[in-house]
């Protein structure tokens, strides 16, 4: 069984990977606009790019896969934590506890808006989302999922 400390770190850890692959996916979409932009011109003969701007089209090419690969990578291990942090709170035996760790984990909501949701006082959401991080034990949830 985990520690606190380590539960935490972990669903830190799962947190910022999620993060992290948000913000590889923006930059991946703003490259992918800025490429749409400018691709239909190249079949049409029209000569948007020459010259050093070619070559910075051909970069951003380079770029888009390579972020591309990135993303992947990234959403490939925000998965398999996920699916740890799910199985995680799915053995959980309080109800309120399972939808107060779905809301703060899976759904990535604020303690205000959580304390909304499930109509508690946050100082009594972070008691009970202690409690859940005392009843948690990842390491044995990692074999079952």
Not at 121 to 128: H, I, N, S, V, Y
């Amino acid at each position: 069984m985990r520690s606190r400390a380590q539960t935490m770190e972990f669903l830190r850890s799962y947190q910022t990977q999620l993060h992290e692959a948000r913000l590889v996916s923006e930059q991946l979409r703003e490259l992918e606009e800025v490429i749409t932009r400018v691709t239909p011109y190249l079949g049409q003969g029209v000569q948007v790019v020459s010259g050093p701007n070619l070559h910075k089209l051909e970069q951003s090419v380079e770029q888009l896969e390579t972020l591309r690969g990135r993303l992947a990578e990234k959403l490939q291990a925000a998965n398999a934590a996920q699916a740890q942090v799910l199985v995680a709170i799915e053995l959980l035996e309080d109800e309120k506890l399972r939808q107060l760790m779905r809301a703060r984990y899976l759904l990535n909501k604020t303690w205000p808006d959580i304390s909304r949701m499930l109509d508690m006082d946050e100082p009594g959401l972070r008691r009970q989302h202690e409690q859940a991080l005392k009843c948690i034990s990842l390491q044995n949830t990692a074999s079952a999922a």
